[in-house]
């Protein structure tokens, strides 16, 4: 069975700190995406990487995909209030039907 | 585009009972997938639908079902509740692209089984 393992599991910082989230796994992907959900609502996509060692930046935050394809890292720099919410990671294995393979997440808190 | 809706937002049911969630998907999107979502156990994929027809289906039991029709609009049934039922359930529009794919989720269904 493939499992995305994402560390930490939760993660509470001051508004202006950096910080690195992971998602790792066994098995190799063809694509990872790195989705945030907010309370009450669906995970929103950020980023899509597709190539070993890619990196990605959306503003703040910078994603990389491993060399391998096994696994992930989300940086986010100063991180703001607004950053807040539930961070995941899914993989896709082209032949596993186009299923994802999700993340339990990493839970973000940012304190003003 | 209007995004993908799924009605209603909070449903709060009794052991024993039936229910039935609606998802609208993004207008030209012929794909649906339904995630079921825990604090413990994350997304749990339940199945997927393309042109109303199954395409994939998790580990779920029979007691899980879903349709999808011809306007693409979609429908889990879940029958028989159970207290381990309670999560947020949660719809995805799916756009198909070469290597990849990209889903758009709905705000979700959460449910309460008491």
């Known amino acids: 069975t493939q499992l995305l393992e994402q560390s930490p599991q939760f993660l509470s910082i001051q508004e202006g700190e950096n910080l690195t989230v992971y998602c790792n796994s066994s098995?190799?992907?063809?694509?990872l995406q790195w989705y945030r959900q907010e309370p009450g609502e669906g995970p929103v996509l950020l980023v899509t990487?597709?190539?070993g060692g890619e990196v990605k930046k959306l503003k703040r935050l910078t994603f990389q995909f491993g060399d391998a394809r096994k696994d992930s890292s989300l940086h986010i720099t100063a991180a703001q209030p607004g950053d807040t919410g539930l961070y995941l990671c899914?993989?896709?294995?082209?032949?596993?039907?186009?299923?994802?393979?999700w993340g339990l997440g990493t839970s973000l808190a940012v304190n003003p | 585009k209007a995004g993908v809706t799924q009605t209603p937002r909070y449903l709060i049911k009794t052991r024993g009972q039936q229910v039935t969630l609606s998802c609208s998907p993004i207008?030209?999107?012929?794909?649906v997938s339904w995630y079921q979502q825990t604090p413990g156990q994350g997304l749990q994929f339940l199945f997927e639908?393309?042109?109303?027809?199954?395409?994939n289906k998790g580990n779920f039991p029979g007691r899980f079902s879903g349709r999808q029709f011809s306007n693409s609009r979609s429908e889990m049934n879940v029958s028989t509740l159970e207290l381990g039922d309670s999560a947020l359930y949660l719809c995805?529009?799916?756009?198909?692209?070469?290597?990849?794919?990209?889903?758009?989720f709905g705000p979700g269904t959460r449910l309460t089984v008491l």
């Open positions: 899914a993989g896709a294995n082209a032949g596993n039907n186009r299923k994802l393979i």
């Open positions: 207008s030209g999107h012929r794909s």
């Open positions: 990487v597709v190539t």
């Open positions: 639908y393309f042109s109303e027809t199954q395409r």
């Open positions: 995805a529009s799916n756009l198909y692209g070469g290597r990849t794919d990209t889903q758009y």
């Open positions: 098995s190799v992907f063809s694509s």
